[in-house]
């Protein structure tokens, strides 16, 4: 979540303002009592008409994009009307009161053992595993896994060496800032030439005594590739035959997880190989739930240090407890118990093949544009990257972003990290609910700037940091 600052200027000081939304949204007498309106950045003296508070608010939410047009975002944007009324039952049932609610508790280890099962644990019964409100907390926890579990194995050198986590330069924010909270040195492998993520012989040779794990990206937001967890796992086969470093894997399957068990079936990215000892997932991504739910797997108990489980004495029950939230909704772990009821393997499969199908056809589009070179084709995740050709002079990604969204499309237009930093790109998501109409529609507004962007006498965007839209 973003942190904010209080106003300041001006604005700070107003004690009031006039009123400015319809007076029919008032009280009974649409004259008498609406001559100001309340303050933004204070609460008000005192309480206002329900139907006047919520026009305020609808008023000022209508600013924002359309969800279903963000071709940025790999949050769920759309579900189908039961699941939102199972969501509006359950809102007001704290998951953390599973004494409570034994049911919304029970559906919760259903989904874990759904997902033990699809993902090949040895034993689904036995693997571990939580609901957690995105992928961002699932990876805290594997990550605070890895790190208390080689704690234990070195517990004669720590707190006095420093443990290290090895991941591609690409991986999501969040193992930033699971390094930079609980002090682990992040060793990042750099991308290189039309290599975009992690190479398994780079990270092998980053590894040593401390390091904690290897994180593997099934499906990275930079260009929705799979990065090559069987390829990483035997590199790290060999590092152990050559020097007895045992280095666990996490695969961060935020988006890819839900993907690939469905349409790359051959692919063995996940606990069929011995040494992933625990994936994470995004349900409110290609999990097709609403914001936010994730789940975080653990091959077998022991890969879990108990010492980490708490066991709480909570409102009259005996409570094990892996989090770092407490409270939260159980909203979106009954969504993505009826998603998994509602399709099933085949209708995850069409749902997925869709999207890609989808992906795969506009990116095609884009690519026969002339303009336009392709990264990756929305063969892997239903996600595409492309950049400008090596002759487009006049105009740069950060233009077609920008011009995208004057029709309502949100495309993130950004700069690939160290070793890439020359390379700017765009990045197309198709979700559930971006229909092959939708592709169409963004097709004939694209080529409909083009002319007009290539008239253009150099590219127009001068503050790159400020123009892009990736934040994610």
Excluded at 137 to 157: H, Q
Excluded at 257 to 276: N, S, T, Y
Excluded at 283 to 309: D, I, M, S
């Amino acid at each position: 979540m973003a942190l904010h600052k209080g106003p300041e200027g001006p604005e700070a000081e107003k004690p009031f303002r006039k009123l400015a939304f319809n007076p029919f949204y008032g009280e009974a007498n649409p004259v008498g009592g609406m001559t100001e309106a309340p303050p933004r950045h204070r609460l008000p003296d005192g309480p206002l008409p329900p139907m006047s508070a919520y026009q305020l608010v609808r008023d000022e939410l209508m600013l924002d994009g359309n969800s279903r047009l963000n071709l940025a975002t790999f949050v769920t944007t759309w579900m189908e009307p039961q699941a939102g009324v199972l969501m509006n039952d359950c809102r007001d049932k704290n998951m953390i009161d599973k004494d409570e609610y034994p049911r919304t508790a029970e559906l919760e280890r259903r989904c874990v053992a759904m997902l033990a099962q699809l993902w090949h644990a040895p034993d689904p019964s036995a693997a571990v595993g939580c609901s957690t409100t995105g992928s961002s907390e699932a990876c805290m926890l594997a990550g605070m896994a890895l790190k208390r579990r080689w704690t234990r194995r070195n517990a004669d050198r720590y707190p006095g060496a420093r443990p290290n986590l090895v991941m591609g330069i690409n991986v999501q924010v969040c193992w930033e800032k699971f390094c930079n909270f609980w002090e682990v040195e992040p060793r990042l492998v750099p991308m290189e030439g039309e290599r975009f993520h992690l190479d398994p012989e780079a990270a092998a040779a980053l590894c040593d005594e401390n390091t904690i794990g290897v994180v593997a990206v099934l499906g990275s937001t930079f260009d929705g590739s799979y990065e090559p967890v069987a390829d990483l796992c035997a590199a790290l086969d060999a590092l152990q035959e050559r020097t007895g470093l045992d280095i666990p894997v996490h695969v961060d399957g935020a988006s890819g997880g839900m993907i690939a068990p469905f349409l790359d079936e051959d692919l063995e990215w996940d606990f069929r190989q011995p040494r992933v000892s625990s994936i994470n997932t995004s349900g409110h991504k290609y999990g097709l739930v609403y914001p936010g739910v994730g789940w975080a797997l653990w091959r077998t108990p022991e890969e879990l240090p108990e010492e980490l489980v708490f066991r709480v004495n909570y409102l009259g029950g005996d409570m094990p407890t892996f989090a770092l939230n407490f409270s939260r909704p159980g909203a979106q772990v009954v969504a993505q118990y009826y998603t998994f009821l509602r399709l099933g393997r085949a209708g995850y499969r069409a749902v997925q093949q869709t999207a890609r199908d989808v992906a795969r056809g506009l990116s095609e589009r884009v690519e026969a544009m002339g303009d336009f070179r392709l990264l990756t084709r929305g063969n892997e995740l239903p996600v595409f990257a492309f950049t400008t050709g090596p002759d487009v002079t006049a105009y740069d990604v950060f233009d077609v972003s920008r011009r995208l969204r004057e029709s309502g499309w949100l495309v993130p237009a950004y700069t690939f990290p160290k070793n890439r930093e020359d390379l700017s790109v765009l990045r197309v998501v198709c979700r559930n609910g971006f229909s092959a109409d939708l592709a169409e529609l963004f097709v004939e507004d694209l080529k409909r700037l083009l002319p007009e962007l290539r008239r253009q006498p150099r590219p127009l965007t001068h503050d790159k940091t400020a123009a892009t839209s990736f934040h994610h």
